[in-house]
């Protein structure tokens, strides 16, 4: 489906505000400018609602999750960001492995298998796009995937429509 990413993205982030502790903290940094993707909306609902849970599920002394994205190019460039945990520089590149979880104790205490983020890569990689994660342990983590812009929609202006 065609489908204009800043509303679609804004309908995935009002269904965890819903249910949200207020220890967590929502900011929405989107452009002025409307976005256009061709995807499977199921697939790559499911790669941002791991991506969501993993921000709130490893930022337990809540902080703010911002999310935003823009254009880099042909390819939309998301992020999510959260100001909790974060990973150990050795391991960030290790996350998006199947099975992979930072630390078994936490893991464990956590819930959840170490499929989620595996799972998005090979979703997100399928669509044509990237995924990877930035953090500093203590500090936060922030995960940025790109996705080809629909550039059918860009108007003769240059404007998007
Ligand atoms: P599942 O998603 O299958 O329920 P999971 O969340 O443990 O389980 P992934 O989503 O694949 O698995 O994430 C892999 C590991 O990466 C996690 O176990 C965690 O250690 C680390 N991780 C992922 N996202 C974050 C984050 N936002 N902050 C800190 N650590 C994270
Ligand atoms: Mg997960």
Redesign the pocket.
């Known amino acids: 489906d065609i489908v204009l990413f800043n509303s679609f993205f804004n309908r995935i982030i009002d269904r965890f505000e819903m249910s949200k502790s207020d220890k967590v903290m929502f900011e929405r940094l989107f452009p002025e400018a409307s976005y256009y993707v061709e995807i499977d909306t199921d697939k790559v609902t499911q790669v941002i609602d791991?991506?969501i849970?993993?921000?709130i599920?490893?930022?337990p002394d809540g902080g703010n999750i911002r999310f935003g994205f823009t254009a880099r190019e042909d390819m939309l460039k998301v992020m999510i960001s959260?100001d909790?945990?974060?990973?150990p520089k050795e391991n960030v590149g290790r996350?998006?492995e199947r099975f992979?979880?930072?630390?078994r104790a936490?893991?464990r205490s956590?819930?959840?298998?170490?499929?989620?983020?595996?799972i998005?890569r090979e979703m997100i990689e399928a669509h044509g796009g990237k995924i990877w994660?930035e953090?500093e342990e203590g500090h936060?983590?922030t995960?940025f995937f790109t996705l080809p812009l629909n550039l059918d929609d860009f108007d003769e202006a240059g404007e998007w429509e």
């Not at 956590?110 to 595996?118: F, K, P």
């Open positions: 791991n991506i849970s993993n921000a599920k490893y930022s959260d909790g945990m974060g990973i996350i998006f992979y979880r930072v630390d936490r893991a956590m819930g959840g298998t170490g499929l989620g983020l595996a998005a994660a953090s936060g983590t995960v």
